[in-house]
C-alpha cells in the first residue's frame, strides 16, 4: 500500500476511535459480498483479531477485518464458514452455490500439436508447470482483492468463464478464463493492483504470461500476451499496463485471456466487473 492511500485510513481509524466506534464491525457480525455461486468470488468482513476458517481450513484475514474466498466451477455443496471473534463469541453460516449453466463450445483449427502435445514438449511443459506452481503457493498480506475490478482491456467477448471446447472434436479442460478479442498489441492494463508473481514472455501453452497477486492467494493470470512488461516482484497500480494483447501459446487468434484463482478454485473474473467501458 502507498503512503498516500495509508494516511487517510489512519486519520479514519483515529476518528473512529474518537467517536468511540470500530472501523472494521461490530463485534459478532461478519458482512459477505459477492456472487454466490459456481466462479463467485466473496470478499467479506469481520471485527479485528476475528479467527476464521472455510470448510474447515483456516483463511486468513487483514489486520482490519477483510477476507476472501472463492468457488470453483463445479462446486456444489454448500460452503460452510465458522468465525470465533476476539470477545469469545462465534458463528457459524453456510453459504449456498448456486448453480450455473456452461457454454459447450467446438473449435477447429487447432494447430496439431496442441491437441497432443508432442513427447519432446513434455520437459518444457514440466518446467513451466513448476513455475506457475511456485508463484502461487505464497499468500500475501495484500487486500486488492477487495477493492474493484476494471477491464484489462476492452473488445469483443471471445469467450466465458465455464465452457467447455473441443478441439478438432476432442473435449478439453474447461475454460477458466474471460476471453477479450482486443487487437493484436492492444495495451493490457491491470485489472486491480497487486504483486507480479510471475512474468514469463514464452509459455507453451499460455505464451505471455502474468500473474498479479491481489492478496490473500487471489491472483490475475493473463495470458498469450505478444509483450509481456512487468518483470517478477514488480507491485503494480490498477491501470497500469503490463502488457500487450497477442496470439502466443494454444491460440486461434489475438485475445485477452484473463483468470483467476482463490488457492486452488478457478473464479470467474467476468462478476467482478461492471459492463465494458465506451472506448
Ligand atoms: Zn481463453
Avoid: C
Avoid at 453460516?93 to 494447430?111: C, K, L
Amino acid at each position: 500500500m502507498s503512503r498516500t492511500a495509508l494516511l487517510p485510513k489512519i486519520l479514519l481509524a483515529t476518528l473512529y476511535a474518537l467517536a468511540g466506534m470500530s472501523s472494521a464491525g461490530v463485534a459478532g457480525e461478519l458482512t459477505l459480498r459477492g456472487e454466490r455461486m459456481q466462479g463467485g468470488l466473496i470478499v467479506g468482513q469481520a471485527p479485528a483479531g476475528t479467527m476464521l476458517s472455510l470448510d474447515g481450513n483456516p483463511i486468513p484475514i487483514t489486520p482490519d477485518g477483510k477476507f476472501v474466498f472463492g468457488f470453483d466451477r463445479d462446486r456444489t455443496e454448500p460452503a460452510i464458514l465458522e468465525a470465533s471473534f476476539a470477545d469469545g463469541t462465534a458463528a457459524r453460516e453456510e453459504i449456498a452455490v448456486a448453480p450455473r449453466d456452461y457454454d459447450i463450445q467446438h473449435v477447429n483449427g487447432v494447430a496439431r500439436k496442441y491437441v497432443s502435445p508432442p513427447p519432446e514438449t513434455l520437459a518444457r511443459i514440466r518446467a513451466d508447470a513448476v513455475k506457475k506452481r511456485k508463484a502461487r503457493v505464497k499468500d500475501t498480506p495484500l487486500d486488492y482483492f477487495a477493492g474493484d475490478f476494471i477491464w484489462p482491456v476492452t473488445g469483443p467477448i471471445s469467450g466465458v468463464y465455464g465452457s467447455q471446447r473441443f478441439y478438432n472434436g476432442e473435449p478439453r479442460r474447461p475454460h477458466y478464463g474471460l476471453d477479450i478479442a482486443a487487437g493484436e498489441g492492444a495495451l493490457v492494463r491491470a485489472p486491480q493492483a497487486g504483486t507480479v508473481r510471475l512474468a514469463e514472455p514464452d509459455m507453451y501453452f499460455e505464451g505471455g504470461l502474468i500473474f498479479i497477486d491481489h492478496g490473500h492467494s487471489l491472483i490475475s493470470v493473463l495470458m498469450h500476451l505478444s509483450s509481456v512488461d512487468v518483470k517478477t516482484g514488480m507491485k503494480v497500480e490498477r491501470g497500469d499496463v503490463v502488457g500487450r494483447v497477442g496470439a502466443t501459446g494454444r491460440v486461434t487468434g489475438p485475445h485477452l485471456d484473463w483468470r483467476m484463482y482463490w488457492r486452488n478454485a478457478h473464479v470467474d473474473p467476468q462478476l467482478l466487473l461492471g459492463p465494458q467501458p465506451e472506448e
